[in-house]
C-alpha cells in the first residue's frame, strides 16, 4: 500500500495529571505527558505506517524542543514546526473515578500557539503534495490571531485541492476571546470534505436533539432511522461534505464504558458494532484515535466502507487501554481485534 501524506495542525500541550487516581488538590508529585487533539491524530497515522506532517507552534525552550523529539521518536515530521512565544500551552487532567467524574483544567492563554498568526507558516510548502489536511475546532478556539490563522490554512488547503478532514472538538471552556463557537464551527464544517465528531458535538452544532445512546452493553439497538434523517439534514446543509463520522460513548461507570459510531457515506448509513470495554485505563484521545484509524483506513480498504468505520472503531476502543493521549496501537493488532471479534460472532451464531 502507497503511503499517503496528511498533515495534521493544530496546538501541542503538556498534560499534567497527580500520580493514581488523586484529585489534583491531593499528593506533592504531577505526572506529565504530551498530547493535543491534532498532535494525537498524527501519532495514530504514524503508528499505522502513514508519511505524517504535524504543524504547531511552540516556544523556543528545552520544554518545547522536548515536545516536538516526543512526536518525532514516534514517526511523526516535525520539520516544519515553528519556535517563538514564552510558553507551551498545558492542562490538567484529573482521571473519573467511581462516581467521581474526571476533571480537565486548561492553561493556555498566550502560549506560543496562543500568538500564532497568519504568514507565520508557509502553507504551500508544508502542503506540498499532501492528500489530507486535518484540522479541528480547537485550532480556532484558543484565539482570534488563531482562527484567522486556521481559516488562511482552509483557504490554500482549497487552492491546492487537498481533502480537508475536519473534527468539530467543540471545548466550551476555551471558547473566551469572544467569537461565537456556533458560527465559527459551521463555517469550518462548511469548508470540510469529510467530519468527525461525537453525538453532542453534532447536537451542538446543528441544533438537532440526539437520539439517546444508553448502551450498558453490546445488544443495544440503535434508532438507525431517526440518525439517518439527521445526517441527510446535515448533508443538506452541508453539501460539501461527503463522509460524516459519529462517534458515541456511554459511560456506564468509572471504568465501563460502551463505544460506537456511524458513518453516513453516498446516501448510505453504517453502524460499527458496539464496544463494550469493562477495564477504562484512560479514556483522553479516543475520539482522535479514530480519526486517525479512519484516515488511514480509507487508504487501506479502499470502497469498503463497513470494514473501514470498524477497524476506526477498534482503534478507538483500544485507545483505552493505553495511559496518555496517544494511540500506541499497530495496524496489525487492530486487524487482530477485528479478526477476533468477527470469529467470536461466527462461533455464536452457529451455536445458536
Known sequence: MKRQKIVTFGELLLR???TGHQRLAQGDMFTSKYGGSEANVAVSLATLGEDVTYITRLPDTPVGHAGA??????????RHILYAGQ??????FEPAAGMRPAKVIYDRDNSAYYDLRPGMIPWREVLRGATVFQ??????AISQQAADATFEALDIADEMGITVSFDINYRKNLWRYGA????TLSRMLSRCDMMFGDAIEFEFVSQHPQPPFTATDSNFKMQMREYGEWFDELHA???RCKSWLMGMRNIVSSNHHTLTALLWKDGELLQAPIMDIPDVVDPVGVGDAFMGAYLHAIQAFPGDNQRQLNY?????AMKN?????????????????LEQRHNASTLYKTIE
Open 135 to 140: 484540522v479541528s475546532g480547537i485550532t480556532a
Open 312 to 316: 476506526s472503531l477498534a482503534a478507538a
Open 180 to 183: 461565537d463557537p456556533r458560527q
Open 237 to 239: 446543509q452541508y453539501p
Open 87 to 92: 510558553r507551551i500551552g498545558t492542562y490538567y
Open 69 to 78: 523529539m516526543c512526536l518525532a521518536q514516534l514517526g511523526v515530521d516535525t
Open 16 to 18: 499534567f495529571s497527580k
Open 321 to 337: 487501554s493505553i495511559p496518555g493521549d496517544f494511540n500506541l496501537v499497530t495496524d496489525q493488532e487492530i486487524r487482530d481485534l
